[in-house]
């Protein structure tokens, strides 16, 4: 499978983007996928994720309440709503496939990457 994300950009502190991965392939509607973000000097860091069927999700503690994730099956796309964006949101996003039944925090579980997005938020 191949991953696009798109949707970064430079928002103002306290604003909002949504960013997509848009994927190929039929069988994405069968892989995990998570979100990932590395700012620079960084290790890269756990964003959010959501099930193959999009009926579960997991966030990182510094996102949650402000991120959402969700999937559109028939679009092969999976979106990123990032609200109330802080100075320290400021990083490269990244989304990343894998198969299986569970939700992966781990960025060494997944096996699909996308190029990555660059959102930079201001103060």
């Known amino acids: 499978v191949q991953l696009q994300a798109s949707g970064g950009g430079l928002v103002q502190g306290g604003g909002s983007l949504r960013l997509s991965c848009a994927a190929s392939g039929r069988t994405f509607s069968s892989y995990a996928v998570g979100w990932f973000r590395q700012a620079p000097g960084k290790e890269r860091e756990f964003v959010a994720a959501?099930?193959?069927?999009?009926?579960?999700?997991d966030y990182g503690d510094s996102v949650k309440g402000r991120f959402t994730i969700s999937r559109d099956h028939a679009k092969n796309t999976v979106h990123l709503q990032m609200s109330s964006l802080k100075p320290e949101d400021t990083a490269v996003y990244y989304c990343a496939a894998t198969r299986g039944s569970y939700l992966y925090t781990v960025s060494g579980q997944y096996d699909y990457w996308g190029q990555g997005t660059l959102v930079t938020v201001s103060s």
């Open positions: 959501i099930s193959w069927s999009g009926g579960s999700t």
